[in-house]
């Protein structure tokens, strides 16, 4: 039987959370074009990490993250993601 293969993205990405704002819990995409160790983790106003959603090394592929935020207060987060050759963040906010 012919199997699906879902192709790997072109480039690097870390696309805006959705929903945005959003209430206790939102999903975080990104696109990786090649295998490579990713870091992705949150961050206060402050600049402060004060969650890791990911670390480890990761084939290439779309990947989906959902963060859970019931524990922390409404606000600005920012989500950053980092590879060897690719770093984006993106702000996110939080309302309760």
Do not use: D, H, W
């Given at each position: 039987a012919a199997h699906e293969t879902v192709a790997?993205?072109?480039?690097?990405?870390?696309?805006?959370?959705?929903?945005?704002?959003?209430?206790?819990?939102?999903?975080?995409e990104y696109h990786l074009p090649e295998a490579a160790f990713t870091r992705v983790y949150i961050m206060n106003m402050l600049g402060q990490e004060?969650?890791?959603?990911?670390?480890?090394?990761?084939?290439?592929?779309?990947?989906q993250i959902h963060w859970d935020a019931s524990r922390?207060?409404?606000?600005?987060?920012?989500?950053?993601?980092?590879?060897a050759k690719y770093s984006m963040t993106q702000k996110m906010m939080l309302l309760k």
């Open positions: 790997a993205p072109k480039e690097y990405a870390l696309c805006q959370n959705y929903p945005n704002p959003f209430n206790a819990i939102t999903t975080i004060i969650e890791t959603l990911e670390r480890r090394a990761q084939p290439a592929g779309v990947y922390v207060s409404s606000g600005i987060y920012f989500v950053r993601m980092e590879s």
